[in-house]
């Protein structure tokens, strides 16, 4: 298929042969034409899980054990209780302490409609417009930037840095908000099972999205501290954790069934001073089944203070319609009380990840190193692990990532994110005119080396004089939407 880009102020005529169908154009100056490729299309844009890694046998027996089970099923099928089920409260609970190596505390865990259900039921309990900044770091999950907008709340871009988060920066920041709105007045009116915190911390501290990278443990105690200070709530999505392998044969395997750091939501809980026991606490940490068993489940969690999961669960929508999630969260906790959930985490994904992995990053070292890109972080607090779903790329300095992205997506039908998308959403201080995000785990095993030669031509072609200004292409932002999985 021929595609025709036609800009001149004369009025011409052209003739395509061998059709013989005469065009009257308007232009200007140049004419572009595109050639659609007919090659197979490779997604690497979307952070979704691959449909074969999905527990969908386990999902079938935990579905027909709680349905089959009255105590079970009724209440399922039925409003649930603020902070939700129960029963999955508890198995949560208790996993989530085996993980971590903590107390199992069910008074701590709320259930979520997911990770980001949950963030803006938080932000509507736990900010104001009027007094509340946030705080995000770059690169960042974009997609929650409208979370936040829908929120009424400004966001200000931190750069990552080496840590994990510019701390200094950050600090900088916070004091200069502090002083320049002094005791801002608020929207809301006050309640007893919440408080309107002054800054909100918003980061994905371990493997994450999009940069892969993970939070230094004197980072994250460093940070915890100026929460502290600042009345700040750090709210953390832990959504990858579970998803960790070794990157070399020398690794220890066996100490990754545990996590190999502590949670900011830990930290919060046991650094010292140690907070009251009617504390709300300066950290959350926000959970989720979507990267684990799938995303549309629609189920997840929060841990926090039990004051905080008490105020999170009198949001408004969850005291209309009841706990999120009420009938999903009966199969969940059969799943995980029948030791299934664990098993796929052990034997199935990260497994899986682990290849798929070593497939790309071998693919990238090989084809895209040579031509002066650099790999971002792919190790955990110096050690040869790794996890997530992402790569983060640096191409040259010269060469605009989305350019290279545009091109990828018409001469390879390849779809790969330019770094642009993750710059919080109307801060331009930070910017990735640079950079690529890679996932390795939506796309087939079989595909992703073929996706690197293929964005290893892109990256030849434009250095050998096809040209990576932004001028010289146009660009489809509108794309992304239905890259990402958007559906219309």
């Known amino acids: ?24 154009c308007f232009a200007t100056r140049h004419i572009h034409i595109h050639r659609m490729t007919t090659k197979k299309p490779i997604n690497l844009l979307r952070g979704w899980p691959n449909p074969a890694l999905l527990p969908t046998p386990a999902i079938l027996r935990a ?63 736990y900010t104001d417009p009027l007094k509340t900044k946030v705080w995000m770091v770059a690169p960042c999950y974009f997609l929650a930037c409208r979370i936040f907008e829908d929120a009424g709340l400004k966001m200000r871009a931190v750069e990552e840095g080496s840590g994990g988060i510019d701390l200094v920066a950050l600090e900088r920041g916070l004091e200069n908000s502090r002083r320049e709105n002094g005791e801002s007045k608020t929207l809301k009116r006050s309640t007893p099972w919440s408080k309107i915190y002054s800054n909100i911390i918003y980061c994905v501290p371990t493997f994450s999205n999009p940069s892969g990278k993970t939070m230094t443990l004197s980072t994250r105690e460093a940070l915890v501290k100026l929460a502290r200070k600042y009345d700040a709530l750090i709210i953390t999505d832990d959504v990858y954790d579970f998803l960790q392998f070794p990157t070399s044969s020398t690794a220890l395997t066996g100490s990754l069934s545990k996590a190999l750091l502590p949670r900011l939501v830990d930290l919060d809980r046991t650094l010292e001073p140690i907070p009251s026991e009617g504390s709300f606490g300066n950290a959350m940490s926000n959970g989720s089944f979507s990267k684990i068993a799938g995303p549309g489940v629609r189920t997840g969690w929060s841990e926090s203070t039990p004051k905080f999961t008490y105020g999170l669960s009198q949001c408004g929508s969850s005291r209309s319609g009841g706990a999120p999630s009420q009938l999903a969260a009966t199969m969940m906790a059969e799943l995980l009380k029948n030791g299934d959930l664990q098993a796929h985490i052990e034997k199935v994904l990260n497994p899986a990840y682990k290849k798929r992995y070593e497939i790309m990053i071998e693919g990238i070292q090989k084809h895209l190193v040579p031509l002066g890109v650099k790999v971002g972080e792919v190790s ?51 910017q990735f005119k640079n950079s690529l995000r890679l996932c390795f785990a939506w796309e087939e095993e079989s595909d992703l080396e073929e996706s690197i030669l293929r964005l290893a031509r892109v990256m030849k072609n434009i250095g050998g004089g096809a040209g990576s200004r932004s001028t010289e292409i146009e660009v489809d932002k509108q794309a992304v939407k239905q890259d990402l999985g958007e559906f219309q």
Not at 11 to 22: A, G, H
Not at 95 to 101: D, K
């Open 1 to 24: 298929m021929t595609f025709l880009k036609v800009t001149n102020s004369s009025l011409f005529k052209l003739q395509l042969k061998p059709s013989k169908i005469l065009l009257n």
């Open 63 to 125: 579905a027909q054990s709680a349905l089959s089970d009255p105590s079970i099923s009724t209440p399922g099928l039925l409003y649930g209780p603020d902070p939700g089920f129960q029963p999955l409260r508890e198995e949560i609970a208790k996993w989530l302490g085996e993980f971590y190596t903590g107390e199992a505390d069910a008074n701590r865990i709320c259930i979520t409609g997911g990770a980001s259900q949950n963030l803006a039921c938080v932000l509507q309990v």
């Open 380 to 430: 955990f607090e110096g050690k040869a692990v790794f996890g997530g779903y992402f790569i983060w790329l640096e191409l040259p300095q010269n060469t605009s990532a989305e350019v290279v992205a545009e091109r990828a997506r018409q001469d390879e039908s390849l779809i790969v994110a330019p770094g642009h998308i993750f710059e919080v959403s109307n801060d331009p201080s930070v």
